[in-house]
């Protein structure tokens, strides 16, 4: 039972470079997001995704792009790396059947770094 | 001020230890959830709760909702509890969780 799964787990990238960060579930859930984690400070919301076919802003979303590709992926893509976006990337999941605010399934991270 | 506030923000326990966590927020919410992260790992869903009190093994959650507080416990605290311990809160009608930053636990053999 894999759960929730990104790939890649490491990425270096140089300014300017970009890059797609996949993440697949596997449980059905509706609900997807991604955050990012950075030292001091809490998970903060890049972007989610409420159900397949739609995706909303989190409260960090300048710099990234994100697509719901069926009910399982969604990934996040860094148009144009900068060293600001140095972080450990977080996809996860919640079922949110009619009431959201579900548990959280998160993936394993994904830390990148941009140079 | 971060709407989800805990404490400490570090704690060192000797093994076997009874240890409190705390977790307050500033508004209404429709769960509280307590979540654990190992050094250089992923994120895992320990309890979410809405009212009373759960318990797991080892661990004990309990909310109140009166006074917007939650405490997560450890019993017979083990070295393999070192992680950092997540607070979060989820509200009705969004589907947004807001994270508090984190209480990073040492047990000492």
């Known amino acids: 039972n894999a759960g929730v799964t990104q790939t890649p787990k490491f990425q270096v990238l140089k300014t300017g470079q970009s890059m797609t960060l996949q993440c697949a579930q596997d449980m059905n859930h509706n609900s997807m997001y991604w955050y990012r984690q950075d030292p001091g400070m809490g998970l903060r919301l890049i972007y989610y995704s409420a159900s397949e076919g739609t995706t909303d802003k989190g409260e960090v979303p300048n710099g990234y792009n994100v697509s719901r590709l069926n009910k399982r992926e969604f990934s996040l893509r860094l148009e144009s790396a900068a060293p600001s976006q140095t972080s450990v990337y977080f996809c996860?999941?919640?079922?949110?059947?009619?009431?959201?605010?579900?548990?959280?399934?998160f993936g394993e991270g994904s830390r990148l770094t941009v140079l | 001020k971060n709407e989800v506030e805990q404490s400490p923000q570090n704690l060192t326990a000797q093994e076997g230890e009874f240890i409190t966590i705390n977790c307050s927020y500033s508004?209404?919410?429709?769960?509280l959830h307590w979540l654990q992260q190992h050094p250089g790992g992923g994120i895992v869903s320990l309890f979410m709760?809405?009212?009373g009190k759960k318990k797991h093994g080892r661990l004990i959650a309990t909310i109140n909702i009166q006074e917007k507080h939650s405490s997560l416990h450890i019993t017979a605290s083990h070295p393999r509890d070192s992680a950092v311990y997540i607070c979060a809160v989820s509200y009705k009608g969004t589907y947004k969780y807001i994270f508090g930053t984190g209480t990073r636990l040492k047990v000492l053999a």
């Open positions: 508004v209404g919410i429709s769960a």
């Open positions: 709760l809405s009212s």
């Open positions: 996860a999941s919640t079922v949110n059947r009619g009431a959201p605010g579900g548990e959280l399934f």
